[in-house]
C-alpha cells in the first residue's frame, strides 16, 4: 500500500510502543514512533518505566494490532516473558510482540520461543520495522 | 457484533474495545451497533476537557480519574490527539501522564486519532463515548486534541465543558475573543505555580460575569495538575455543574 492509499484507508493500523522497565534510553523508541506515524499508522506511546501490566491493560483498551517494547537495561530476559503471558492471559496472543534494545543472540533466540515475534536492535532500519508490522498484521 | 454486545453488558473490557474500533472504522456496523446501544445510554456524565496543546488536560484528567475513582464512581476517558494531514498517521501520547490505573477495572481510556474529524474532535467520539456509557462508566472525560481559539465542536457532544488556560497565552483581549472562551461552564487556570496565574484568574473572573446567555458566573478554578492542586475544586465544579442542569431540566418538564 503506498502512502496516499493508506491515508484515506480506515483500518489504520494501530501500534502501542512503551518502554518497560528501569531505563530511560528513549530516543530509539521516539525514532521508531515517528517513523511508524509517517507510515499512516497510529502509535500509541506509552513512555518510560512502563511494568508490564500497564502495558498489556493498554494494549487491550486500545485494540491495537502490535504492540513494540524496548528495554536496554538488562532485565529483558524477565520482562518479555511476563509481557507475553499477560498478553495470553487477556486474550492478545494474536497480536505480534516485537522487541527492541540491547539484547544478545542467545537471548533472542530463547525469547522468540517465549513469545516475541521480532526483535529489531541498534543499526535496525525504519523502513524494515514498518515492513515487518505491516505483514505481519495484514497476515491476520 | 450481539456475542460483542452482550460481554460489554457483563463488564468485559475487550468486548468494549474492539466495539469501539468497530464504531470508529465501519459506518454500518457502527450505525447499527448505536442503534443496539441506544436503549443503554444517557446514564454518564459526559464532560469535555478542551485547551491547547500542553495545557495540562491529560494531566487534570489523570487527577480527575483518581478522584473519581476514591468516590467509587466508574470513569471512562476518550483522548484525541491530531491525525496528520501528510500521511493519515498519528502518534497518541496522552496515555503517558493517565498510569497507575492498569489493575483497575472500572477505569478505561482509549486513545483516538482525531483522522477526518473537525473542531478539536474524532468523527467517532461522541460514538466511542456511548459504548463506555452503555459500557457503565458514570463519568466519561473526552480530552479533545490541543485546541486554539475555534475549535468548539466539544460543546456539542458533552453536558460540561472544562476550557483549561494557562499563563502566557496573551492578555485579557485574547479573553474576550468569540469561540474557546465563550462555550467553558468552567474554566481552569493550569500550571498555578507560573507567574501571573491569580492574575489571569482575576481577568477571567471579570470577563466571565459578563458572558452572555448564562443563568450563573462559570466558575474559575486555578489548579496546578502536576502537584495535584485545585482538582478537587474541579471535580466539586463539575458535578455542581451537573447537578444544577439536572434540577433545571426537571424544572422545565
Redesign the interface.
Known amino acids: 500500500m503506498n502512502?496516499k492509499s493508506?491515508?484515506?484507508?480506515?483500518?489504520?493500523i494501530r501500534v502501542l510502543l512503551a518502554k518497560a522497565g528501569l531505563d530511560g534510553h528513549d530516543r530509539g523508541i521516539k525514532v521508531i514512533?515517528?517513523a511508524?506515524?509517517?507510515?499512516?499508522?497510529?502509535?500509541?506511546?506509552?513512555?518510560l518505566r512502563?511494568?508490564p501490566?500497564?502495558i498489556?491493560?493498554?494494549a487491550?483498551?486500545?485494540?491495537v494490532d502490535c504492540i513494540g517494547v524496548s528495554l536496554l537495561s538488562g532485565a529483558h530476559n524477565v520482562l518479555y516473558p511476563e509481557i507475553a503471558s499477560l498478553m495470553k492471559k487477556?486474550?492478545l496472543a494474536d497480536k505480534p510482540l516485537i522487541g527492541g534494545g540491547i539484547i544478545p543472540e542467545e537471548d533472542m533466540a530463547r525469547l522468540r520461543k517465549k513469545g516475541v515475534a521480532k526483535f529489531f536492535t541498534p543499526g535496525a532500519k525504519t523502513e524494515d520495522i514498518v515492513r515487518f508490522i505491516e505483514g505481519a498484521v495484514r497476515k491476520k | 457484533m450481539k456475542k460483542l454486545l452482550k460481554e460489554l453488558f457483563k463488564g468485559d473490557?475487550?468486548a468494549?474495545?474492539?466495539l469501539?474500533?468497530l464504531v470508529e472504522?465501519?459506518e454500518e456496523k457502527g450505525k447499527s451497533i448505536m442503534k443496539e446501544l441506544k436503549p443503554f445510554l444517557g446514564r454518564a456524565h459526559l464532560v469535555g476537557i478542551t485547551g491547547a496543546a500542553g495545557s495540562g488536560k491529560s494531566t487534570l484528567i489523570h487527577g480527575l480519574v483518581g478522584l473519581l475513582r476514591k468516590s467509587g464512581k466508574k470513569v471512562g476517558v476518550i483522548a484525541i490527539d491530531p491525525?496528520?494531514p501528510l500521511?493519515?498517521?498519528?502518534?497518541?501520547?496522552d496515555?503517558?501522564r493517565m498510569?497507575g490505573h492498569?489493575?483497575d477495572k472500572d477505569v478505561?481510556?482509549?486513545?483516538m486519532?482525531a483522522?477526518e474529524g473537525v473542531g478539536g474532535l474524532s468523527k467517532a467520539a461522541t460514538r466511542a463515548a456511548s459504548v463506555l456509557d452503555a459500557f457503565g462508566m458514570e463519568v466519561v472525560l473526552i480530552e479533545t486534541t490541543g485546541v486554539g481559539q475555534s475549535e468548539t465542536a466539544v460543546k456539542d457532544v458533552v453536558h460540561t465543558v472544562v476550557v483549561v488556560l494557562t499563563p502566557g497565552l496573551g492578555d485579557d483581549v485574547q479573553m474576550m475573543k468569540a469561540g474557546l472562551m465563550e462555550i467553558g461552564d468552567i474554566f481552569v487556570v493550569n500550571k498555578g505555580d507560573l507567574k501571573n496565574a491569580e492574575t489571569i484568574a482575576k481577568e477571567l473572573e471579570d470577563l466571565a460575569a459578563m458572558l452572555p446567555q448564562r443563568e450563573k458566573k462559570p466558575p474559575i478554578i486555578v489548579t496546578t495538575a502536576t502537584e495535584e492542586k485545585g482538582i478537587e475544586r474541579l471535580l466539586m465544579a463539575i458535578m455542581a455543574q451537573r447537578t444544577e442542569r439536572m434540577e433545571i431540566k426537571a424544572l422545565l418538564k
Open positions: 502512502t493508506r491515508r484515506f484507508s480506515k483500518n489504520k514512533a515517528m511508524l506515524r509517517d507510515a499512516g499508522m497510529e502509535v500509541i506511546y506509552l513512555g512502563r511494568t501490566e500497564e498489556v491493560n493498554a487491550l483498551e486500545e485494540d487477556k486474550g | 473490557k475487550s468494549a474495545s474492539r469501539i474500533s472504522n465501519d491525525t496528520s500521511t493519515g498517521g498519528a502518534l497518541l501520547g496515555r503517558i498510569q492498569e489493575k478505561f481510556i482509549r486513545s486519532a483522522r
